[in-house]
């Protein structure tokens, strides 16, 4: 059975970077064609694709978002990785990562992490 | 504003059966039948109940459908049960550069 678990800082300064991190166990990050994503929840509203990495490398990103984004992957550690920058108020949300396939279709996710953007 | 339009809020008494409506373009929708629902309870993830428009993973119940026509997506639950009371997100591939896009979600109120 695959988990992933999100990590990081539950509090992040208004314009500096919110950093994430998404660990997989129960399988390998490398094996089957899955594509791993970055999702996120503000309190209330509905989910945001932010982003998502193949073990290649390959990358592709909310265009909404895209100017900020940065997703990488470790496969050594199981891995990967969420950089937003310049962060406000506004992103301030429960992030989750996730496995999908090809076309959409996200069938595990983290339990999630609560990021704050405040002072 | 989300790309795809569900309604804010529907209801049902136990036993009936609803439908929850997404709606979006010739972009989405409408040009690809890669629709998944999600189910989130509060605090929880969400859970995939349906893929590739109708498609149900393993251990979901049969009482979840989903299908299609032109723009809009549906999802069906039908016999409903006090546990289905949770919010429903539908998503849909919108193409290799968007990838996918979600609905607002829809809050499932049994009566």
């Given at each position: 059975q695959v988990q992933l678990q999100e990590s990081g800082p539950g509090l992040v300064k208004p314009s500096q970077t919110l950093s994430l991190t998404c660990t997989v166990s129960?399988?390998?990050?490398?094996?089957?064609s899955y594509y791993w994503s970055w999702i996120r929840q503000p309190a209330g509203k509905g989910l945001e694709w932010i982003g998502r990495i193949y073990t290649s490398g390959s990358t592709n990103y909310n265009p909404s978002l895209k100017s900020r984004v940065t997703i990488s992957v470790d496969t050594s550690k199981n891995q990967f990785s969420l950089k937003l920058s310049s962060?406000?108020?506004?992103?301030t949300a429960v992030y989750y990562c996730a496995r999908g396939g090809l076309e959409g279709d996200f069938d595990y996710w983290g339990q999630g992490t609560l990021v704050t953007v405040s002072s | 504003q989300s790309a795809l339009t569900q309604p804010a809020s529907v209801s049902g008494s136990p036993g009936q059966s609803i439908t929850i409506s997404c709606t979006g373009t010739s972009s989405d929708v409408g040009s690809y039948n890669l629709v998944s629902w999600y189910q989130q309870h509060p605090g929880k993830a969400p859970k995939l109940?349906?893929?590739?428009?109708?498609k149900r993973p393993s251990?979901?119940?049969?009482?979840f459908s989903g299908s299609k026509s032109g723009n809009t997506a549906s999802l069906t639950i039908s016999?409903?049960?006090?546990?289905?009371e949770a919010d429903y997100y539908c998503c849909s591939?919108?193409?290799?550069?968007?990838?996918v896009v979600f609905g607002g979600g829809t809050k499932l109120t049994v009566l």
């Open positions: 129960g399988g390998s990050i490398s094996s089957g962060v406000t108020a506004a992103d | 109940m349906i893929y590739e428009g109708s251990g979901v119940s049969n009482r016999g409903l049960q006090a546990e289905d591939y919108a193409g290799s550069s968007t990838y």
